[in-house]
């Protein structure tokens, strides 16, 4: 099951002092990196393959970034 959609008009929205969404406009000598964190039970039991993860870093490279972690937790981790 493929679980990516689209956020809503009101995540995108960017303070006047974030960094760059993209290399293209970084100053020299900086980069851009990220981690992605996986949450689901479903994941860690081999039921359902994380096939969202290699989506998003493929788009984050796209575009400059580097991914430098990929996290999985379960469900229950999450909770108090």
Request: aromatic fraction near 2%; glycine fraction near 8%; proline fraction near 5%.
């Amino acid at each position: 099951m493929d679980m990516t959609r689209r956020l809503p008009g009101c995540l995108l929205q960017r303070r006047q002092d974030s960094l760059p969404l993209d290399a293209q406009h970084l100053e020299p000598g900086m980069t851009l990196s990220a981690g992605i964190v996986v949450v689901g039970d479903e994941i860690l039991s081999g039921k359902v393959q994380d096939s969202n993860s290699a989506y998003l870093a493929r788009k984050l490279h796209a575009i400059g970034w580097q991914v430098k972690r990929v996290s999985q937790t379960c469900c229950d981790c999450c909770m108090p």
